[in-house]
């Protein structure tokens, strides 16, 4: 069976018609063979200005919905996740190259989302506040924001909308959803998936939910439509720079969860296997191509050498190739494109006088259309060139450090800041990194790699990352907007900081 038949089968079981997967001008490849799986029909400017209007009128109806009903329809969709887990995280494999465990992890992490905001559409708490004035109360509530544009990126094709429109919707929000232009058919699933719950809900607003599988240049209507007041955007740090500023220009709001170049802080007090094993899976795990991944090691000069050799044995024991067939544990990359960044970073990086392990493709007879590559590890004599950017590939850097202070400034010496991991058992060095002075990312970890994050907490990072939060704790509040009340229940008028304005 091709892939293309297999795909459209898979598309057919998920609920997604084939006129809509099968005929269009943007064709869809899978990583996994290069193979044609599907083509879409692409929208248009005029065709996205219409899904705001829509959505717009949408949130109109839904923001007066009570929160705990709007909960039901996301109970719903997690439910429906859950009927589709196998046939979509199988789709999510073919269409990115993920392997199977991964795919359904991906899934899983939709599943996981959608239970949070059930139980936080009965906790979109406000806040009472004392007053000065007798006779007066104040209260902070949240209220609906408005539509709520997710652009995504081809790497997370179906969680980071998820996390996304989960938390909207319960916040009273309506979605206009860009996905990458590589990952058109596992979007097309979600939104049939959401149908089915949207059907079983019932009475929930036409165009609560739109789907625009447009270009830049068309998505960037949402970018610049104050109908659209919130952007939450997930891909390179370049994208976030053109996107950040152009909703700020109109008081818009962004979530921008941008590049990461992680960094794990291997001391001479860890669990040095504990610490290999987090660090293989973080660092070649999805291919590289997590903005969670791993891309720097800095390892105390007593055990470097050990430890580098280590890692060099087990990148050895790696198996790269088809997830789906030769059942590997790393898959391919994502195009051509990525293969030729990852070689020029590794090029650059031997200009540097580094030694590079591992990088080279393979598989290019039996797979010339698609670009597996073994990770690379590339030791390096400081911390320069290639290593100070996320080249979105499996590349592990590796530097020496003498002292934590030392480790902490390398650390912290990139544009990046996501994520970030310790592997030590000395209390003091795991709380030196996670205090005030230490890690400077959104998200810092103690002898866990810098990926696989759970939804329960709030993610994204600082500097280039971009400064915005998704997913668990209150990350909510950036969905909602804030209105402050004062209520005068008394028979007087004082005023606040004793002014005084008598009449006569
Ligand atoms: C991403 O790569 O954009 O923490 C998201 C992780 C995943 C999410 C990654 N839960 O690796």
């Known amino acids: 069976m091709t892939m293309k038949i297999e795909v459209q089968e898979l598309l057919g079981k998920l609920g997604v018609p084939s006129s809509l997967s099968g005929t269009g001008s943007l064709k869809v490849f899978t990583p996994l063979t290069g193979e044609e799986i599907g083509s879409v029909e692409k929208g248009t400017l005029d065709s996205v200005n219409v899904q705001i209007e829509k959505a717009h009128d949408a949130f109109l109806k839904w923001r007066v919905v009570p929160a705990p009903r709007r909960g039901e329809l996301v109970r719903l969709l997690g439910d429906e996740l859950r009927k589709s887990k196998e046939d979509l995280g199988r789709l999510v494999s073919i269409e990115v190259g993920k392997v199977a465990s991964e795919g359904l992890g991906e899934v899983q992490e939709m599943i996981d989302i959608c239970d949070f905001a059930v139980g936080l559409s009965r906790q979109l708490y406000g806040l009472t506040i004392a007053s000065e004035r007798p006779g007066h109360k104040m209260t902070e509530v949240w209220h609906p924001l408005g539509v ?224 597996y590559v073994r990770p690379a590890l590339v030791e390096m004599k400081e911390q320069a060139g290639p290593m100070l950017e996320e080249t979105f590939a499996p590349i592990l850097y590796t530097v020496r450090y003498t002292s934590l202070q030392e480790a902490l400034l390398t650390h912290n010496a990139v544009g990046a800041g996501l994520s970030s991991s310790i592997f030590t058992l000395n209390i003091r060095e795991s709380e030196m990194f996670l205090g005030a002075a230490g890690s400077d990312c959104g998200i810092a970890n103690v002898n866990i790699g810098t990926s696989g994050a759970e939804i329960g907490g709030a993610f994204g990072g600082e500097k280039e990352t971009g400064g915005g939060r998704e997913s668990g704790s209150d990350s909510w509040k950036a969905y909602m907007r804030r209105a402050t009340n004062t209520i005068n229940y008394s028979t007087e008028l004082p005023l606040a900081q004793g002014v005084s304005f008598e009449l006569d």
Not at 240 to 252: H, L, T
Not at 318 to 325: A, D, F, M, S
């Open 148 to 371: 709520t544009g997710v652009i995504s990126a081809f790497n997370f094709p179906v969680a980071v909308w998820s996390w996304n429109t989960a938390l909207a919707f319960v916040c009273g929000n309506s979605v206009i959803w860009k996905p990458s232009d590589k990952t058109p058919l596992s979007a097309l699933a979600c939104a049939a998936i959401l149908d089915r719950a949207l059907e079983r809900f019932g009475d929930a607003p036409n165009g609560l939910h739109e789907l625009a599988l447009v270009d830049r240049h068309a998505g960037a209507a949402l970018v610049d439509s104050p109908k659209v007041p919130l952007i939450s955007a997930t891909g390179s740090t370049a994208m976030g720079r053109q996107v950040g500023p152009r909703v700020a220009e109109r008081f818009g709001r962004t979530i921008l969860e941008l590049g990461g170049n992680n960094a794990g802080i291997v001391s001479d007090q860890a669990d040095l296997d504990i610490a290999l094993r987090a660090i293989v899976f973080s660092a070649v795990g999805t291919t590289g191509q997590r903005c969670t991944s791993m891309r720097r090691l800095l390892v105390h000069d007593a055990i470097y050498d050990e430890f580098v050799s280590s890692v060099k044995k087990a990148y050895g024991t790696v198996t790269v190739g088809n997830p789906l067939t030769d059942n590997s544990l790393v898959g391919p990359l994502i195009d051509k494109s990525a293969y030729v960044q990852m070689k020029k970073a590794l090029q650059d990086s031997r200009d540097l006088g580094a030694t590079v392990t591992g990088g080279e493709r393979v598989l290019e007879d039996k797979y010339p259309d698609a670009y």
